[in-house]
């Protein structure tokens, strides 16, 4: 089993960016794809990006609007997420997952292995 661990999370002002990162170990990373999510208080948790294992192909939720840039660094076996222009809507506990298969539409049942999570929030 996988263990992945999130770090980068925090308070920022709108306007204002993050970068997340997701530390994992327990498997070939360079085989792993992975992906973001994020579930805000009250809401189902929702896809934000997914990146293949050798950093293509990247897929974004489409409500992002170009605001979020996912990357990877198989040689220090961890993923990012750079987030600018953050709103108040992006407020949300942010989630890595690892799995095997890319998936352009990916559901969080498709991944085995997920992160504590990050809290990341923007105020206004």
């Known amino acids: 089993q996988a263990q992945l661990v999130e770090s980068g999370g925090g308070l920022v002002q709108a306007g204002g960016s993050l970068r997340l990162s997701c530390a994992v170990s327990?498997?070939?990373?360079?085989?792993?794809?992975v992906a973001w999510f994020r579930q805000a208080p009250g809401k189902e948790r929702e896809f934000v990006s997914i990146?293949?294992?050798?950093?293509?192909?990247?897929v974004y939720a489409n409500s992002l609007k170009g605001r979020f840039t996912i990357s990877r660094d198989n040689a220090k076996n961890t993923a990012y997420l750079q987030m600018h222009s953050l709103e108040p809507e992006d407020t949300a506990v942010y989630y890595c997952?690892?799995?095997?298969?890319?998936?352009?539409?990916?559901?969080?049942?498709?991944?085995?292995?997920w992160g504590q999570g990050t809290q990341v929030t923007v105020s206004s």
């Open positions: 990146i293949g294992a050798s950093g293509r192909p990247i």
């Open positions: 997952a690892a799995g095997s298969v890319f998936s352009t539409s990916p559901s969080s049942r498709h991944f085995a292995s």
């Open positions: 327990g498997r070939t990373f360079s085989t792993t794809v």
